[in-house]
């Protein structure tokens, strides 16, 4: 009964968060994770799933990735793939590279599990600026950091099927 009330209470912040923003509002929003090159001729998802502009070039962009957060994404197919995946808790593989654009940052999230949600449970928590993300098959993973403040690329979720590089991009004004 406790997960009902959790669940109840997510879905009601995603409702307040996102339920009153105009469609138009939501694509801008999306549409800002990624280069125009990508983000204006992609699919852009809603967080429930609705599209609300066809793309047609393969690529999804979505307002936002956890409910409330409004931090952007674009993704590739191999990302789509993973991230319904991590959704469904399912295994995930990647058999080639995959990329995913979060120009407007990220939410704080655990650097070893895309599950975690309190922040005191000793997992190293970060909340990254405009960056990067690439799926690549786990081998190819060998020797890369997993520790997000040494100055550059890390691999997130390292012991999990969904392991990725981030890439944090600083842009000089």
């Not at 962009?61 to 993704?75: A, V």
């Not at 979060?102 to 997992?123: E, F, I, R």
């Amino acid at each position: 009964m406790k997960m009902f009330y959790i669940l109840a209470a997510i879905l009601l912040v995603s409702m307040n968060s996102f339920g009153s923003e105009s469609t138009e509002d939501k694509i801008t929003r999306a549409q800002s994770a990624a280069h125009s090159g990508i983000s204006k001729n992609a699919t852009i998802m809603d967080m429930d799933g609705t599209i609300l502009k066809k793309g047609t070039n393969g690529w999804t962009c979505l307002p936002g990735t956890l409910p409330g957060d409004k931090k952007p994404m674009c993704n590739d197919d191999v990302w789509a793939k993973m991230i319904k995946a991590v959704k469904t808790k399912t295994d995930f593989k990647a058999d080639r590279i995959g990329i995913s654009y979060m120009l407007q940052g990220d939410a704080m999230v655990s650097n070893s599990s895309p599950y975690a949600t309190d922040q005191k449970n000793g997992d190293v928590w970060v909340q990254e600026d405009p960056h990067l993300m690439i799926i690549v098959p786990k081998e190819m993973l060998k020797g890369l950091s997993d520790d997000p403040f040494n100055g550059g690329p890390y691999v997130m979720w390292k012991d999990t099927p969904y392991a990725h590089i981030m890439i944090p991009i600083k842009v000089e004004k």
